[in-house]
C-alpha cells in the first residue's frame, strides 16, 4: 500500500499544510481511494504525482468543512474531463445531500455515476463496510461535536511463498499451473497427476492493516479499531498543555494519540491534523508535538504535505 499525505492542516490551510486529504493506493491496482477531501484538494493533486482520473472511493470522516469543501469542486473538475467510470462515496448519512446540493444549485452536471454509502449502521454494528478478493474495510464511530468515522483497511491474508524449485524437481510445467499451485488450488495434470498447491507454498502471509483516525477526543472505539495495525494515522491537533480545549472541541492532543496506538499495539503512528497554531517560530512547534508523542510511542512520524510512504508488513517507511 502507498500512502501520500495531500493535508495535514486542522480548520483553516497554512502556507505550509493545507487542510484534510489523505491518498491511498491498494496494492496491485491503479485505483486511488481519498480519505477526506478539505478545500483544495483537486490544487493538491496538481502538484503531486497522482491523477484525479484514478479515484475510485472517496472516504469522508464526518461533515466539517475542512473535510469536505474541497469534494464538490474535485468531483466537478473529474467530470470536465471525462475519465472517470465511476466513484463510490462512504461517509455520514448527510454526505449525499450535500454533495446533490452543490451540484444542483451549480448546475454542474457530471459525466460518471455517483454511489452513496451510509456508514452509520456499519459502524455502529461493527460490519464490514467493503470488501473484496483482497481488501475489506470496516469502520468504527469516534467522539466529536458531530458524527466522526474512523476507517480501517486490511489486506487479507495471501499464500505464503511459491517453492519453484520443488515445482520444477516434480517436472511440473511453468505458467498457469504455477499460478494455480500458488492460490494454492488443487490441479491436475495432462499426464494425470494431481497437486495441492499447499504442498508448495509455505505458511500465508498476513496483509497489511492501516487505521485513519480524525476527528475525535480519545475514546475507546479507535483503540479497538486500531488492534494490531501496521500503520495508525491519528489526529494531533493540539500539545498536552492545551488538553482542556481538546476535550472541549472534540479533538486529540499528541499524547492522547500516542496512547491509542500503545494501548492498540500498533507497529507505526503518524500524526496529521494539526493546529495552525503550531507552525515553526512560535512557542510551540509540531517537532514538539512529535516528541510529545515519541515520549509515550517512540515509533511516530510527522506527517507534512506530499509526505508518501510505501507501507510494508511491520512498517517500513519511505
Given at each position: 500500500?502507498?500512502v501520500t499525505?495531500?493535508?495535514?492542516?486542522?480548520?483553516?490551510?497554512?502556507?505550509?499544510?493545507?487542510v484534510?486529504?489523505?491518498?491511498?493506493?491498494?496494492?496491485?491496482?491503479?485505483?486511488?481511494?481519498?480519505?477526506?477531501?478539505?478545500?483544495?484538494?483537486q490544487?493538491?493533486f496538481?502538484?503531486?504525482n497522482?491523477k484525479?482520473s484514478?479515484?475510485?472511493?472517496?472516504f469522508?470522516?464526518?461533515?466539517?468543512?475542512?473535510?469536505?469543501?474541497?469534494?464538490?469542486?474535485?468531483?466537478?473538475?473529474?467530470?470536465?474531463a471525462?475519465?472517470?467510470?465511476?466513484?463510490?462515496?462512504?461517509?455520514?448519512?448527510?454526505?449525499?445531500?450535500?454533495?446533490?446540493?452543490?451540484?444542483?444549485?451549480?448546475?454542474?452536471?457530471?459525466?460518471?455515476?455517483?454511489?452513496?454509502?451510509?456508514?452509520?449502521?456499519?459502524?455502529?454494528?461493527?460490519?464490514?463496510?467493503?470488501?473484496?478478493?483482497?481488501?475489506?474495510?470496516?469502520?468504527?464511530?469516534?467522539?466529536?461535536?458531530?458524527?466522526?468515522?474512523?476507517?480501517?483497511?486490511?489486506?487479507?491474508?495471501?499464500?505464503?511463498?511459491?517453492?519453484?524449485?520443488?515445482?520444477?524437481?516434480?517436472?511440473?510445467?511453468?505458467?498457469?499451473?504455477?499460478?494455480?499451485?500458488?492460490?494454492?488450488?488443487?490441479v491436475?495434470l495432462?499426464?494425470g497427476?494431481?497437486?495441492?498447491?499447499?504442498?508448495?507454498?509455505?505458511?500465508?502471509?498476513?496483509?497489511?492493516?492501516?487505521?485513519?483516525?480524525?476527528?475525535?477526543?480519545?475514546?475507546?472505539?479507535?483503540?479497538?479499531i486500531?488492534?494490531e495495525?501496521?500503520?495508525?494515522?491519528?489526529?494531533?491537533?493540539?500539545?498536552?498543555?492545551?488538553?482542556?480545549?481538546?476535550?472541549?472541541?472534540?479533538?486529540?492532543?499528541?499524547?492522547?494519540?500516542?496512547?491509542?496506538?500503545?494501548?492498540?499495539?500498533?507497529?507505526?503512528?503518524?500524526?496529521?491534523?494539526?493546529?495552525?497554531?503550531?507552525?515553526?517560530?512560535?512557542?510551540?512547534?509540531?517537532?514538539?508535538?512529535?516528541?510529545?508523542?515519541?515520549?509515550?510511542?517512540?515509533?511516530?512520524?510527522?506527517?507534512?504535505?506530499?509526505l508518501?510512504?510505501?507501507l510494508?508488513?511491520r512498517?517500513?517507511?519511505?
Open positions: 500500500m502507498q499525505f495531500l493535508g495535514t492542516s486542522s480548520g483553516v490551510p497554512t502556507l505550509t499544510r493545507n484534510s486529504a489523505m491518498v491511498l493506493k491498494p496494492p496491485q491496482r491503479s485505483d486511488l481511494w481519498l480519505f477526506d477531501c478539505g478545500e483544495g484538494t490544487h493538491q496538481i502538484r503531486s497522482l484525479l484514478q479515484i475510485k472511493k472517496i469522508i470522516t464526518h461533515m466539517h468543512g475542512d473535510h469536505v469543501y474541497g469534494l464538490p469542486g474535485l468531483l466537478a473538475s473529474i467530470g470536465l471525462g475519465s472517470s467510470s465511476g466513484i463510490e462515496l462512504y461517509g455520514p448519512e448527510p454526505l449525499k445531500n450535500f454533495i446533490d446540493s452543490c451540484l444542483f444549485n451549480s448546475s454542474s452536471r457530471l459525466s460518471y455515476s455517483l454511489k452513496f454509502h451510509k456508514v452509520e449502521n456499519s459502524a455502529i454494528q461493527k460490519e464490514i463496510l467493503f470488501e473484496d478478493s483482497d481488501l475489506e474495510v470496516k469502520a468504527a464511530p469516534l467522539k466529536h461535536r458531530i458524527p466522526s468515522f474512523a476507517y480501517r483497511v486490511d489486506q487479507k491474508s495471501r499464500p505464503g511463498r511459491f517453492n519453484i524449485d520443488k515445482a520444477k524437481s516434480q517436472k511440473i510445467p511453468p505458467g498457469p499451473v504455477y499460478a494455480a499451485l500458488q492460490r494454492g488450488e488443487e491436475r495432462e499426464d497427476r494431481t497437486f495441492s498447491g499447499k504442498e508448495f507454498c509455505g505458511p500465508s502471509r498476513t496483509g497489511i492493516s492501516l487505521v485513519y483516525c480524525t476527528d475525535t477526543v480519545y475514546t475507546e472505539s479507535a483503540i479497538e486500531s488492534r495495525a501496521d500503520l495508525l494515522i491519528h489526529e494531533a491537533t493540539y500539545a498536552y498543555q492545551e488538553t482542556e480545549m481538546a476535550y472541549q472541541r472534540g479533538h486529540s492532543t499528541a499524547t492522547m494519540a500516542a496512547q491509542i496506538a500503545a494501548k492498540a499495539n500498533v507497529n507505526q503512528l503518524i500524526l496529521t491534523h494539526l493546529s495552525p497554531r503550531y507552525t515553526p517560530g512560535n512557542e510551540t512547534s509540531p517537532n514538539d508535538l512529535l516528541n510529545e508523542a515519541k515520549a509515550i510511542f517512540p515509533n511516530t512520524q510527522l506527517a507534512k504535505d506530499f508518501q510512504i510505501d510494508k508488513k512498517c517500513n517507511s519511505s
